[in-house]
């Protein structure tokens, strides 16, 4: 019994990839951290030596009034060697320049830079405000534009993260560790970071990177983020931004003192401060680009919904989330009945505007840890249920996004996004402590498969809806392997597809559909690689976030002695993202004229011959450099009913070393089984199935059949279905373990 007990206690407080923890933060959590210089990659950072006449303040000070009388135009050029001083339109920054000096072995370094040592720097501005600091009487509230200052502030360092927990669910492993905040952690956060290449681009393409951690943790200092890389090798732009976390971040009272999507807000005006500056830094802020993973996927889809954001960028690019997951937002009234419960475990009560008052004053980390543990008191089963969560507020969302993508209502705009091969497995690390151990992977008998299912889908679409018996059967049928159950790898692999589709995957795919149904340009991806320098083992496969260290170039990085076909395949990600920032197509412009530093190439090979070079134009094909130029291979539009006779519908592509492929209706059959099946399902249970007619016509959508096909998701659910099906906590207990001796035997944890 007391395994029984232990285990309970472990899969309820399921913790989800890097988002939050309920473990006790350790007491390193908010220590400094050692060096803010040692940023990504291992790159050499070096001081500017004579860059900035650092010993004349009132030069500066002169030279920023001066500017700032000019405010609605670019800077007048800066005296010669202040490329590092810009005028913002906040006041002036003095930012940092950074040097990749390692691309090229030292020998052929010289002769090897086609524009000399000065085109491996990138300049940084680290820490620029661009909010009030959301603390004491601002706490909770929407963000609150800057205030100009007068001194050159010295943007010279990252930034702190936003408030949140560490999280150890493996304490010391790399795996874990590398997501975990490495600056400061403090409420007083709203800073963001730009990155350009050197010299100062005229009109660079920008791209703004949302970092994601189930809207509970992540920040944009993180090694893994730090952009150096892509902007040497693509000579974009790179900027960074914080935005609040938790209940700083989400709190929503449907009060102006906690209005909820404080967090999306921050990241709103940080859009903002973007297009107002981003000009002096040589961007182009009708060239903007947002990117996002995870939590920040989610919110780049939000943007895309939100009339609040449309007019603050260009293109859209979400890796593994978009907002019609069923993880990702909260309607109103779950959203009250459930921050009224937090907010009365942190021990305030009465009124609204009583409680906020009262929960301003409860002490940070107190606020986080009694509000997990209020949640995941309640929400005891499952996998990517979360806290705080973005809110239909009627300000930044007007509707349930399902709504508002079928109604069109969303940004007319290219995206391009797409999932990755295994991506259930990151949320079982935190939920099933087998996923833990790191080199055996757990069995998967058929009963033990069975048992997992109907935890992981007991309550269904979301907490705290839950699920029927014939939802459980229909889930369980779909992903039986019925070849043969006893398959324990498939069983394993099965189970994995049954997180990844439901929770990433297939959202990412219906909204994929709807704008393609929309006549949108759409480049959908299936990432498929694992990592030959991956922390995790071999058989937890191509996770959740993994895409990440090659969209930011980490294998382009010598030190980290990835494989040559795996630096290819960086470089191709490198060029198809960036071609998109710049052109809304990854395949590049359609007339090659418009080509942009094509000779920008990084060489890593540090045996290879002095006399090597990296001129494209050079015929030479020994050369790595060459190897590393391989030309992209052309990726279709994902498009929808071209040719009504051609099953080829929905063309993507896969991102591999091997190969880059075409792919055609990726997963189609599993995400029509979550995305209409199961509704269906549903509310044939609840009423009869006539009623689809009406509920479709109640929601707008249109009427076929196939239409809820593709764009159907469970959020519907939430505005029609009024059944709720409760199964009680005993039967699921009875059912899920104590049935099982199997289960039982093997519970040492
Ligand atoms: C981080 O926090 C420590 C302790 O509060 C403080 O001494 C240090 O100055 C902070 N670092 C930064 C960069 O703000
Ligand atoms: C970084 O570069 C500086 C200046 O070139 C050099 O003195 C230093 O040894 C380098 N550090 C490393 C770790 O390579
Ligand atoms: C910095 O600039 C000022 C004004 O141009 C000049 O007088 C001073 O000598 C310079 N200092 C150094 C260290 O170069
Ligand atoms: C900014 O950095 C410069 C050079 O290190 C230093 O002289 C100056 O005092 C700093 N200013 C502030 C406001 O910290
Ligand atoms: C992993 O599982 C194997 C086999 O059950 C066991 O011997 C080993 O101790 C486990 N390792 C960890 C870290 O739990
Ligand atoms: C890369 O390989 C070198 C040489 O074998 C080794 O010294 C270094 O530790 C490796 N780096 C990493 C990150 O594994
Ligand atoms: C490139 O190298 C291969 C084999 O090393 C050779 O067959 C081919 O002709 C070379 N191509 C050029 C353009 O030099």
């Known amino acids: 019994m007391t395994n029984f007990l232990f285990f309970l206690l472990l899969f309820y407080l399921s913790l989800v990839k890097n988002c939050f923890n309920f473990h006790i933060p350790q007491s390193s959590y908010d220590t400094k951290i050692q060096s803010q210089n040692d940023l990504l990659l291992n790159v050499n950072i070096t001081q500017p030596k ?21 405010n609605s135009k670019p800077n007048k050029p800066l005296p010669k060697n202040d490329e590092l001083l810009v005028n913002t339109q906040n006041g002036m920054i003095r930012g940092k320049a950074f040097y990749l000096d390692h691309h090229l072995p030292k020998s052929a370094r010289s002769r090897n830079y086609p524009y000399g040592k000065k085109k491996y720097r990138v300049n940084g501005w680290l820490g620029i405000p661009y909010a009030e600091k959301p603390i004491n009487d601002l706490r909770f509230k929407r963000p609150v534009p800057v205030k100009n200052w007068d001194n050159v502030i010295n943007a010279t360092e990252l930034p702190n993260s936003c408030f949140q927990l560490h ?109 107002n500056n981003i000009q002096y830094f040589g ?104 806290t705080f969560l973005p809110v239909v507020d009627k300000y930044f969302l007007e509707e349930e996004p399902i709504n508002l993508l079928n109604r069109g209502k969303f940004k007319k705009c290219p995206v391009l996004l797409g999932g990755n091969k295994d991506e259930g497995n990151w949320l079982f690390v935190y939920a099933f402590p087998e996923y833990r151990n790191l080199t055996v992977r757990p069995n998967f008998d058929y009963e033990i498969f069975k048992d997992f299912i109907t935890s992981l889908y007991y309550f269904y679409p979301q907490f705290p809806e839950t699920s029927s018996k014939a939802i459980l059967n229909a889930i369980l049928y779909r992903y039986s392997n019925w070849d043969n159950v006893h398959n324990d790898k498939k069983n394993f692999e099965n189970l994995d597809d049954a997180a990844g589709d439901f929770h990433f995957l297939c959202p990412t795919i219906d909204f994929a559909n709807i704008y393609a149904m929309n006549q949108m340009d759409v480049y959908f991806y299936h990432y498929t690689q694992r990592s030959s320098r991956h922390y995790w083992p071999e058989w937890l496969g191509v996770m959740h976030g993994d895409e990440i260290s090659f969209v930011f170039g980490e294998p382009l990085c010598p030190e980290k002695n990835f494989t040559q076909s795996e630096k290819v395949l960086a470089r ?59 030309p992209i291979e052309h990726w279709p539009k994902y498009e929808i009913q071209v040719n009504p006779n051609d099953d080829r519908q929905r063309a993507y592509i896969t991102l591999n070393s091997e190969k880059i492929e075409v792919g055609y209706n990726l997963r189609a059959e599993y995400c029509a089984f979550w995305g209409s099946f ?46 709720r099906f409760l199964i009680d906590d005993n039967q699921l207990s009875n059912r899920f373990l104590i049935s099982h001796p199997i289960i039982k035997d093997k519970m040492t944890w």
């Open 678 to 723: 199961l509704p269906n399902l549903i509310l044939g249970e609840a009423r009869s199935f006539d009623k689809l007619i009406s509920v479709e016509e109640k929601l707008g959508v249109s009427q076929s059949f196939e239409n809820l096909f593709l764009c159907g998701t469970l959020k519907v659910l939430n505005q029609i279905d009024d059944n």
């Open 283 to 386: 961007g182009d802020s009708d060239k903007i680009t947002i990117f996002g993973e995870s939590a920040g996927s989610v919110s780049v889809s939000l943007h895309l919904l939100s009339p609040l954001s449309s007019n603050l960028f260009h293109n859209a690019i979400m890796e593994s989330g978009t907002a019609i997951a069923d993880w990702a937002i909260l309607n109103h009234e779950d959203s009250m009945k459930r921050y009224t419960g937090i907010l009365n475990s942190l021990g305030c009560s009465g009124t609204s505007e009583e409680m906020i008052e009262c929960a301003k004053k409860v002490d940070a980390r107190t606020a986080i840890e009694k509000s997990d543990e209020y949640f995941y008191s309640k929400a005891t089963h499952g996998v990517a249920q979360f």
């Open 572 to 630: 191709k990600i490198l060029k198809y993202w960036s071609n998109f920032a710049r052109y809304s197509n990854p395949n590049g412009p359609s007339n090659p004229d418009e080509f942009y530093n094509e000779n920008i190439i990084f060489s890593d090979d540090k045996s290879s011959s002095p006399k090597n070079k990296i001129d494209s134009n050079n015929n030479n094909n020994n050369t790595l450099t060459q190897t590393l130029m391989q």
């Open 50 to 70: 004579n860059d900035i006449n650092y010993s004349n303040d009132d030069h500066l000070a002169i030279h920023k009034h001066h500017n700032r009388n000019h």
């Open 167 to 275: 999280d150890t669910v493996i304490t010391g492993f790399d795996g874990v560790e590398i997501w975990n905040a490495n600056t400061n952690i403090s409420e007083d956060c709203l800073y963001l970071n730009i990155w350009t290449p050197y010299p100062k681009p005229k009109k660079s393409a920008v791209m703004v990177w949302i970092y994601g951690g189930g809207f509970s943790s992540g920040t944009s200092t993180l090694k893994i983020y730090d952009p150096k890389i892509i902007v040497a090798e693509t000579q974009l732009i790179v900027v960074s931004i914080q935005y609040r976390l938790s209940i700083f971040g989400f709190l929503y009272m449907n009060h102006e003192s906690a209005p909820g999507n404080q967090g999306l807000l921050d990241q709103n005006l940080a859009l903002k401060w973007i297009q």
